[in-house]
């Protein structure tokens, strides 16, 4: 059973690569098709909006999509970035944490494979027609891998505490009459 399980391990970080790829092939897109992509989360979010307005009332003027689309556009591919790094932190994190890497030196390793994969992450971008590298992107990404460290944190911890102790075996004395 050890030896299987020392085989599995390495497999644990296999969805951490997958959103790595997917991060990339995100970064692989030009300038227009990225931005594209982003409109049209931007323009369904204000579709969706528009449509709780008429439940709750919102402030929304009917007949604006475009300008509300426009004018929340930016922060959605914030949004994007946080929401990206923060998932890959997760999958970064939760593996070192099972396998015993705690505290600091959790946030420490984690947060520099994130941080480092966003940094590596934009000087791509420097290679793609319309895109181009951005030290704030990193800093958006980083708060992302933040939180997603700190949620692997708090959920590991909250879990660890509701399972039961594992009972202390009775030691035997040694010596005596018998």
Same mark, same amino acid.
């Given at each position: 059973?050890?030896?299987?399980?020392?085989?599995?391990? #390495?497999?644990?970080?296999?969805?951490?690569?997958?959103?790595?790829?997917? !991060?990339?092939?995100?970064?692989?897109?030009?300038?227009?098709?990225?931005?594209?992509?982003?409109?049209?989360?931007?323009?369904?979010?204000?579709?969706?909006?528009?449509?709780?307005?008429?439940? !709750?009332?919102?402030?929304? $003027?009917?007949?604006?999509?475009?300008?509300?689309?426009?004018? !929340?556009?930016?922060?959605?591919?914030?949004?994007?970035?946080?929401? $990206?790094?923060?998932?890959?932190?997760?999958?970064?994190?939760? #593996?070192?944490?099972?396998?015993?890497? +705690?505290g600091f030196l959790l946030l420490l390793t984690a947060g520099a494979i994130c941080i480092g994969f966003a940094g590596l992450d934009e000087y791509h971008?420097?290679?793609?027609?319309?895109?181009? #590298?951005?030290? +704030?992107?990193?800093?958006?990404?980083? !708060?992302?891998?933040?939180?997603?460290?700190?949620?692997?944190?708090?959920?590991?911890?909250?879990?660890?505490?509701?399972? #039961?102790?594992?009972?202390?075996?009775? +030691? +035997?004395?040694?010596?005596?009459?018998?």
């Open positions: 059973m050890r030896y299987l399980y020392m085989i599995l391990k #390495p497999f644990s970080f296999l969805p951490a690569l997958a959103i790595m790829y997917l !991060i990339f092939t995100f970064s692989s897109q030009t300038g227009e098709v990225s931005g594209a992509l982003s409109y049209k989360v931007s323009y369904k979010v204000v579709q969706i909006a528009e449509a709780a307005d008429q439940v !709750i009332d919102l402030g929304i $003027e009917p007949g604006n999509t475009d300008y509300y689309v426009e004018k !929340i556009h930016p922060y959605i591919r914030k949004i994007a970035h946080m929401t $990206e790094y923060f998932c890959l932190a997760v999958a970064v994190a939760f #593996p070192f944490y099972v396998y015993g890497l +705690r971008q420097s290679f793609v027609d319309g895109r181009g #590298p951005s030290l +704030r992107d990193v800093g958006i990404d980083s !708060i992302g891998a933040f939180f997603g460290i700190m949620v692997v944190k708090l959920f590991c911890w909250t879990t660890l505490q509701m399972l #039961p102790k594992p009972k202390k075996k009775k +030691r +035997r004395q040694k010596g005596g009459f018998g």
